[in-house]
């Protein structure tokens, strides 16, 4: 079975930094990229994000790229989203989910439950 953590949600003031883990297993992490993914109020889903498998490229979406980094610990089986300068609109539960197709299209056959990011003051 594949599994997927998500951890490090929080209540966060406009303009600080929050960082997200997903953590899953080795072998995991050596099949799969990982993409981040979050889903608003409205129920909206909005890709942020992915790594690519076995390497360290990224590719992020226009809405968060240059505040947002995806990097990859494989000592700790884990994928991370360090997310910088937050904004209001960027509260959302976030998900992060393999990708199968290596961030070239997306086949997210495997989820993590989520975990929710209130930016307010």
């Known amino acids: 079975q594949v599994q997927l953590v998500e951890s490090g949600g929080g209540l966060v003031q406009p303009g600080g930094s929050l960082r997200l883990s997903c953590t899953t297993s080795?072998?995991?992490?050596?099949?799969?990229?990982i993409g981040w993914f979050r889903q608003f109020a409205n129920e909206r889903r909005e890709a942020v994000g992915c790594i690519i498998r076995r390497d360290d490229s990224t590719i992020y979406a226009e809405s968060v790229e240059g505040r947002f980094t995806i990097s990859r610990d494989k000592d700790k089986n884990t994928v991370y989203l360090q997310m910088t300068n937050l904004k209001p609109e960027d509260t959302a539960t976030y998900h992060c989910?393999?990708?199968?197709?290596?961030?070239?299209?997306?086949?997210?056959?495997?989820w993590g439950q989520g975990t929710q990011v209130i930016v307010q003051s």
């Open positions: 989910a393999t990708d199968g197709d290596n961030c070239s299209g997306g086949r997210y056959d495997y």
């Open positions: 080795r072998s995991t992490l050596d099949n799969y990229a």
